[in-house]
């Protein structure tokens, strides 16, 4: 996955694009990466590897060098060292994205075959942003470089692109995954989460629909290509990737799983004494399970926050089955001789609910009693396959 953040103003912008990106950080652990633009120092970048740390960790003590600029974009990317700072026809501009182009290779060779050439690596393969760069220079104009590479990439790619004038923001032309644009007195915001908008002062002014390209400016905004008509939005944002209090297409997260679970207790005819979620995804369709069910929710498992991240994100499965298990903690006492019923956002990979089963089933903790998806007297239900549920 991954997260982009971009915002201009009329005064300086580093404080809301240091916190904007920050909160983008739960969709992505590999690279984070700023690029702003000032008429004094023209354009300025830095990426950090977030593999073994965290991003206000490593950009805080070197947010001075961004001093003066009023419009950046920054990113968070579970891929590529991003974003990129090019220069062309087109003029000077930085270029961040959130991308999976399953045709990464052939578009390579055709680019190649081309005479251009590739400067950037990522993992020793193609830079998947600047393949789209190279892809967008292409165009008379950013509008058909940017049609270049809808037309050319298999997969999904939403831009950012911060020029000397303003940034530019495309949606992947299925719509997979978002942009919002939020505003301010002084200053507009482009972001993957409307997590980035209310400690920032910002409010919800548009959603930028699948294929549609639009311009930010300090004092308003402009459609460079209206939005195509069918969309293919990800709903993993609501069951998985999205954090709680982001809203996408006009649904909030939370609402989502929480409601998610209660319709399902309304139609489950399992017999529990209380309902747990799998933190942190799985709390809130919990919270909605009980609600329906009118049973108690209890924190049987707890997650330990300060170090570990997302088990679905560690590219190997012997590390994502090692944070599976370390960071959830099973509580003997909340569980003990109790018919528990857990809900999760999915099994990706099949890594922390079952994990967290096998942890709970010891000697002397539960009494057993047979569920659907169960083993002794613990239930499963998964947020994924109730999305049916909150569809008008």
């Known amino acids: 996955m991954g997260g982009i953040f971009g915002t201009i103003s009329k005064k300086s912008c580093v404080a809301d694009l240091f916190y904007g990106t920050d909160y983008n950080s739960h969709l992505g652990t590999r690279r984070g990466g700023l ?15 977030l593999e073994s740390s965290y991003f206000r960790t490593k950009f805080e003590s070197t947010l001075d060098k961004f001093e003066g600029a009023t419009s950046g974009i920054g990113v968070i990317s579970d891929t590529d060292a991003q974003p990129l700072i090019m220069n062309s026809h087109l003029g000077r501009f930085a270029i961040c994205t959130v991308a999976k182009i399953v045709n990464k290779d052939e578009l390579t060779q055709l680019l190649l075959e081309k005479n251009m050439h590739f400067a950037e690596m990522s993992s020793g393969s193609t830079n998947p942003t600047e393949l789209v760069a190279l892809l967008i220079i292409q165009g008379k104009t950013f509008r058909e470089g940017i049609e270049n590479v809808f037309h050319h990439i298999k997969g999904s790619c939403t831009m950012m692109i911060l020029t000397e004038d303003g940034i530019i923001c495309a949606r992947d032309s299925w719509g997979r ?77 939370e609402e989502a799983r929480f409601t998610n679970g209660f319709n399902l207790a309304k139609t489950d005819d399992v017999e529990v004494d209380c309902c747990s979620g799998i933190p942190d995804s799985g709390t809130g369709m919990a919270m909605g399970y009980a609600a329906g069910k009118g049973v108690p929710y209890q924190r049987c498992i707890a997650k330990y926050t300060p170090t570990w991240p997302r088990s679905f ?6 590390m994502r089955s090692l944070v599976a298990k370390m960071k959830l903690i099973p509580n003997k006492a909340m569980l003990k001789g109790k018919r528990v019923l857990f809900c999760d956002d999915s099994i990706v990979r099949a890594v922390p609910a079952s994990r967290q089963c096998e942890g709970a089933f010891r000697p002397g903790w539960l009494e057993g009693v047979p569920h659907a998806y169960s083993v002794s007297s613990i239930g499963i239900r998964l947020s994924v396959h109730q999305l049916h549920f909150f569809q008008e």
């Open 35 to 49: 690029a702003t633009y000032s008429s004094e120092k023209g354009f300025v970048r830095s990426i950090h590897n």
């Open 177 to 253: 995954t978002p942009i919002i644009i939020g505003k301010k007195e002084g200053a507009y915001a482009a972001s993957s989460e409307t997590t980035s908008f209310p400690n920032l002062d910002y409010e919800t002014a548009y959603e930028v629909g699948p294929g549609e390209i639009v311009k930010i400016k300090a004092d308003g905004m402009e459609q460079i290509r209206p939005a195509n008509k069918k969309m293919q939005v990800c709903s993993f944002l609501w069951v998985y990737y999205g954090f709680p209090t982001s809203t996408y297409e006009g649904k909030n997260v």
């Open 313 to 318: 994100t560690p590219s190997n499965q012997s």
